[in-house]
């Protein structure tokens, strides 16, 4: 996220030029707070800013790091973000002020999308000539597709 705010400013804030400076003569890569708190000033320096996470259930849930990032985008107080993930995601919002919404892929939509995917010649052949073969990834693919969730993280102080 980071990289792609720097890509599009104008130039680079101090506290970057001096956190890139003082790891590159160390040879080492900021840290997770170093970054947030980089992301936090070049956030500041635009009038608003749309983060999009997409698949938070994909995280290790071992390591706790769907929560880890969560906790870092809230601090930056000028963003408003966006995720998406299975349902037990609402859980982790619980401790965010956020709103749930259910959105559902409809099921010929998902097979519809699927059935032109898999005529792309970059699939491999056998899907494109075995139909029962075809029939299954598609009823797989849209088996497991259930249950996807979105959630919308406002911060009413900035929908004013």
């Not at 938070?56 to 870092?72: R, T, V, W, Y």
């Not at 609402?90 to 939509?109: H, K, P, V, Y």
């Amino acid at each position: 996220m980071l990289k792609q705010l720097l890509e599009r400013s104008c130039g680079l804030s101090d506290e970057f030029e001096k956190v890139y400076a003082t790891h590159q003569q160390r040879d080492t890569k900021p840290n997770l707070s170093e970054l947030t708190e980089l992301l936090g000033i070049e956030c500041s320096r635009l009038s608003s800013v749309f983060i999009v996470v997409d698949a938070l259930d994909e995280c290790p849930a071992d390591e706790n790091a769907g929560f880890k990032i969560l906790s870092e985008i809230y601090q930056i107080l000028q963003t408003r973000f966006m995720i998406t993930g299975r349902p037990h995601v609402a859980g982790l919002m619980s401790r965010f002020e956020s709103q749930i919404l259910d959105i559902r892929a409809n099921d010929q939509d998902i097979k519809q999308a699927l059935e032109t995917q898999l005529m792309n010649p970059s699939f491999h052949k056998c899907l494109q000539d075995d139909e029962g073969l075809r029939a299954t990834v598609i009823d797989t693919i849209m088996t497991n597709a259930d249950g996807m969730y979105v959630i919308q993280h406002l911060r009413l102080e900035f929908l004013i």
